[in-house]
């Protein structure tokens, strides 16, 4: 029953901002990590960037290609998660999906689910 939605996604120049937005919904749920990915029409669907926890706290992972662009944040206890998108590049035109890991409250196992996705695209 856990859904994610994402928004944010649009038209904009390059060199332009955009801040994608990913918030998980449901009940007896609790997110373990949570990112962006993206998918470009004939290629592969990769990272983007990524927030998972573990006993030293939250660890933040980036692609090289968005390393100084791009923002990720959040809080998993909130069941959100931000990409701030600065000085896009038509490069980074693709399908931007939200992923998330959870487990749901009184079970062992873990789930994931991917969002449906929002459409960025950035002109020359």
């Known amino acids: 029953q856990v859904q994610l939605v994402e928004s944010g996604g649009g038209l904009v120049q390059a060199g332009g901002s955009l801040r994608l937005s990913c918030a998980a919904s449901?009940?007896?749920?609790?997110?373990?990590?949570i990112g962006w990915y993206r998918q470009a029409p004939g290629k592969q669907r990769e990272l983007v960037a990524h927030i998972s926890s573990n006993i030293s706290g939250m660890i933040t992972t980036y692609t090289d290609s968005v390393k100084g662009r791009f923002t990720i944040s959040g809080d998993l206890t909130k069941n959100t998660v931000y990409l701030q998108m600065n000085s896009l590049k038509p490069e980074d035109t693709a399908v931007y999906y939200c992923?998330?890991?959870?487990?749901?409250?009184?079970?062992?196992?873990?789930?994931?689910?991917w969002g449906q996705g929002t459409l960025v695209t950035v002109s020359s």
């Open positions: 992923h998330a890991e959870y487990e749901i409250t009184g079970t062992r196992g873990y789930f994931d689910i």
């Open positions: 449901g009940i007896r749920f609790s997110i373990t990590a």
